[in-house]
């Protein structure tokens, strides 16, 4: 409702929209608003019961609570767990297939490695070592091997094969160690 | 990451990228940021301040289960509360499903719910002046359903009112409207404590 002939650029409920959204803070008003408050007294009135109400509301929400927080962070431990593991299987998977492009590619070298797998000892784990440097130069002789005897494209699939698992290899072990670098504080 | 003034003033957005390069810290300050008003939001919703509190727990788990997924081109407290929001409506089917109302019978012979008030549990029973705690419990009670919601997210949530509209889907000038026509029925409501 507007009193006497000060100039009206808006209307109480326009005026009455803006105090609600601002908490009755006058300091929103324009300067046409700001006016029309000041020959409203049906505004004025909205503008203090506004003030009022928003500090009835800030004082109805609870103070903080640290044990939320605490809590929240405790549960998220075994859900980072969770997905560290998750995570990984798609490393292990492109590491399967970049196994499987190469033993296509070279045939199963060193079939004796499995046999050589560490015993309890150090002499176990140097056998361990040898065979798997062994592995590298079959790999490498199967390789030239085969490619005097396979199908030029058989061999150029398994390349390819044995490439993209690498490559998903390295893509994928990315994306598992920015999930597995959960840390406190860096 | 080592909380300071400057990292406590860094946006929802910047703090999302960095717990998804698994930095506890960040997501700790947005947990920090919200959990306040994420609990006192959903005390209201579900009437149960020691639910609230599970359930805003189950919220940020959820959140942050789901950060991959989260698109930047909305707003991370939308998000967030929509996912409590959603657990908290999920809440109260089951809690309708579970319950059976006890009624009486009022002077006119009409049968009215019992409600038994439990102090502890009352989202308001922080409140020292109780009378004030029980007027603003049956006027917030009392509002339309779309109102509620509404009052909810703007003094409980602190949702701005663009964030309201972001998580209703409404227009912005509704939100104004319908928070208006809401704080009307409130002032007159709690005209006695104003």
């Known amino acids: 409702m507007i009193q006497g002939e000060a100039p009206v650029a808006t209307d109480c409920q326009t005026i009455q929209e803006i105090l609600t959204e601002h908490g009755g803070e006058l300091e929103r008003l324009d300067g046409a608003e700001s006016q029309h408050l000041e020959v409203c007294p049906d505004c004025r009135e909205a503008a203090a019961a506004e003030r009022a109400l928003r500090l009835i509301f800030a004082r109805a929400i609870p103070p ?35 196994l499987v492009g190469a033993v296509m590619v070279g045939g199963v070298p060193g079939s004796g490695i499995l046999g050589l797998l560490p015993e309890f000892s150090t002499q176990g784990w ?61 | 990451m080592a909380v300071t003034g400057k990292t406590t003033q860094l946006a929802d957005e910047r703090l999302v990228e960095l717990s998804l390069d698994g930095d506890e810290g960040a997501f700790g300050l947005l947990v920090r940021r919200y959990q306040r008003r994420l609990t006192a939001f959903l005390s209201q919703l579900v009437g149960d301040t020691e639910l609230a509190r599970e359930l805003s727990q189950e919220a940020f788990v959820r959140a942050w289960s789901a950060l991959e997924r989260f698109d930047p081109k909305y707003r991370f407290s939308t998000w967030l509360f929509r996912i409590a929001h959603n657990l908290g409506i999920d809440q109260l089917r089951r809690r309708r499903l579970q319950t059976t109302p006890l009624y009486r019978t009022d002077s006119d012979g009409g049968e009215v719910e019992v409600v038994v008030p439990d102090l502890d549990k009352d989202p308001l029973g922080h409140l020292e002046n109780r009378a004030l705690a029980l007027e603003l419990r049956q006027v917030i009670d009392g509002l339309r359903p779309e109102y509620r919601e509404l009052v909810l997210l703007r003094h409980f949530g602190g949702l701005s009112y663009q964030e309201i509209a972001d998580f209703t889907e409404m227009p912005l000038g509704t939100v104004k409207n319908k928070l208006f026509r809401a704080h009307s029925v409130l002032r007159k409501a709690l005209t006695d404590f104003l």
């Open chain 1, 64 to 98: 903080t609570d640290p044990v939320v927080e605490e809590r929240v962070l405790a549960a998220l431990r075994p859900v980072r767990i969770r997905r560290r593991i998750v995570a990984f299987l798609p490393v292990a998977a492109s590491f399967l297939v970049a």
């Open chain 1, 126 to 186: 140097m056998a361990f070592a040898t065979s798997v440097s062994d592995w590298g130069t079959a790999v490498a002789t199967g390789a030239r091997a085969a490619a005097t005897t396979l199908d030029p494209a058989l061999l150029a699939g398994a390349g390819l094969v044995s490439i993209f698992g690498l490559v998903g290899v390295v893509v994928t072990a990315l994306r598992w160690r920015r999930v597995s670098l959960w840390r406190e504080d860096r």
